[in-house]
């Protein structure tokens, strides 16, 4: 069961007073119903009204924290992801190379996807057309995407301080490679008509890392040799 029970106060707002306690108790309660439902039933035989009765709200109230039901499950990932990307960002071991901390990282999210393969699979289908939609979420999934790169980037860039890596690249424009490929490898999983084994995906995902970070790493100096008359 995807866990979002650790919404961050940046998607569901500070810390105020009671009426706003009381909308954000109420929007987790309806994430919370809807990722029960998706589960339950699939994305595509779940009903808003059904949402709005398992939550104990009006379908009225429900729209006013969710435009449409696609939005309701970009809602419901958007607050699972976070609470997986604190916590993959928080358990990095202190010792190892900037590829194993980065496969730390995306381990954590496969796991994450593992726990419920065909509500992950639902997003997959949908979120091409989350991208498209000019929703009210859209900012919110941009600085969740980028607050993502920038802590990759920021393993890049110790990598780099620490001599593992070379000086001369932008980390964030390397972190944006590697999540590409990360991209790729879960929809790879998750989008592919045939069932795929999660383990060979990682492998395949580790060793295209592991390219990545060779040609980063600092280059060997060439010792000349004096051409022969």
Do not use: C
Not at 151 to 164: C, P
Not at 171 to 187: H, K
Not at 202 to 225: C, M, N, S
Request: charged share 25%; hydrophobic share 40%; glycine share 8%.
């Amino acid at each position: 069961m995807f866990d979002i029970g650790h919404d961050r106060k940046s998607d569901l707002g500070g810390a105020g007073g009671r009426r706003e306690r009381h909308k954000r108790d109420k929007r987790l309660r309806i994430l919370r119903s809807a990722r029960d439902l998706f589960s339950e039933k699939g994305f595509a035989r779940t009903t808003i009204r059904e949402v709005a009765t398992r939550a104990d709200v009006g379908t009225g109230t429900l729209f006013s924290y969710a435009r449409d039901k696609r939005d309701l499950l970009h809602q419901v990932f958007r607050a699972h992801i976070g609470g997986v990307q604190q916590t993959a960002f928080e358990t990095i071991p202190d010792t190892g190379t900037v590829q194993e901390k980065l496969m730390h990282v995306f381990r954590a999210f496969f796991a994450s996807y593992a726990e419920n393969v065909p509500l992950a699979r639902d997003f997959m289908r949908e979120r091409f057309h989350m991208i498209l939609d000019d929703s009210d979420g859209q900012p919110a999934s941009a600085a969740q995407t980028l607050a993502f790169l920038q802590a990759l980037a920021a393993l890049l860039e110790a990598a780099q301080q620490a001599g593992e890596l070379r000086d001369d690249f932008p980390p964030l424009l390397a972190a944006s490679s590697i999540f590409a490929v990360y991209l790729l490898a879960v929809d790879t999983w998750l989008g592919s008509p045939l069932p795929m084994d999660r383990q060979m995906v990682e492998g395949l995902l580790a060793d295209t890392i592991a390219l990545h970070i060779d040609g980063l790493r600092p280059r060997a100096r060439k010792v000349g040799t004096k051409s022969r008359q």
